[in-house]
C-alpha cells in the first residue's frame, strides 16, 4: 500500500493585535441643570465624563477653641439659643452670688476667658481670681457712674458672634442694664461649656 506523502505541518503565523489608538474623551461642561445629562452622541467616544457637582467649602472657624455648641442645640439661619436661659442662673449659685455683688469680678474672669479661647487655648485658671484692669475699670465706672454694664454689652455680642446666638444689641444691652448677674452667669457658663470640650 502507497503510504502518502507526510506533508510538514506548517507553522502557524501569529499576529499580535495593534493597540487600538486611544479615543477621543468628551468632557460635558454646563449648566448645574445638565450635569446629569449624557454627553452629546459620538461614535468614537467610549467614555462620558460629568462634570461633579460643588461640594460645600469646609468652613474653617477663625480663633479656634472647642465646641462652640456642646449641647448641639438646633441652629438655623438666625444661629441659636443660649446653651442656659437667663433666668437659669440660680443652677450656679456660686457665680451668680459673685455676679450681684461685685459683677467687676466675673466680668473680668469671663473676658478673660473669652480672650483665650480666641486664641485658640482656653485659660488654665478659667478666669483667674478675676481681679485685673479690667475689674478695676468695670469697679470704677460702676461706683462713679453706676453704669459698669455698658462694658458688658460689647463682651456679650462677641460671644454671641462666636457661639452663633440670636440676638442683637439692644438685647444685650438690656439684659446687661436690666439683668447683670443672671446674664453674667449665663455668658460665663456658656465659656465653660466650650472649656469642658477641650477637656478643662
Not at 7 to 18: K, N, W
Not at 57 to 66: C, H, I, K, L, Q
Request: charged share 15%; hydrophobic share 30%.
Amino acid at each position: 500500500m502507497q503510504q502518502q506523502p507526510h506533508h510538514a505541518q506548517q507553522p502557524q503565523q501569529l499576529f499580535m493585535q495593534q493597540p487600538s489608538p486611544p479615543q477621543q474623551v468628551y468632557v460635558h461642561v454646563g449648566n448645574v441643570d445638565d450635569y446629569n445629562q449624557p454627553v452629546a452622541d459620538n461614535d468614537d467616544a467610549s467614555f462620558a465624563f460629568f462634570k461633579p457637582q460643588a461640594m460645600p467649602a469646609m468652613v474653617v472657624v477663625p480663633g479656634g477653641g472647642g465646641n462652640r455648641n456642646a449641647k448641639n442645640l438646633p441652629m438655623d439661619s438666625d444661629g441659636r439659643e443660649w446653651s442656659h436661659g437667663l433666668c437659669d442662673c440660680c443652677s450656679d449659685v456660686g457665680t451668680c452670688l459673685i455676679a450681684t455683688f461685685f459683677p467687676c469680678i466675673v466680668y473680668a474672669q469671663n473676658k478673660r476667658r473669652y480672650e483665650h479661647l480666641n486664641r485658640g487655648q482656653p485659660d488654665p485658671e478659667r478666669g483667674g481670681s478675676g481681679f485685673n484692669g479690667d475689674c478695676l475699670m468695670h469697679g470704677c465706672i460702676t461706683c462713679c457712674f453706676g453704669i459698669g454694664c455698658v462694658l458688658q454689652i460689647p463682651l456679650r455680642g462677641h460671644l454671641r458672634s462666636r457661639y452663633h446666638i440670636k440676638g442683637g444689641g439692644c438685647g444685650d444691652c438690656m439684659v446687661s442694664w436690666c439683668c447683670t448677674p443672671c446674664g453674667l452667669t449665663q455668658e460665663a457658663r456658656e465659656l465653660e461649656l466650650e472649656e469642658a470640650s477641650m477637656g478643662i
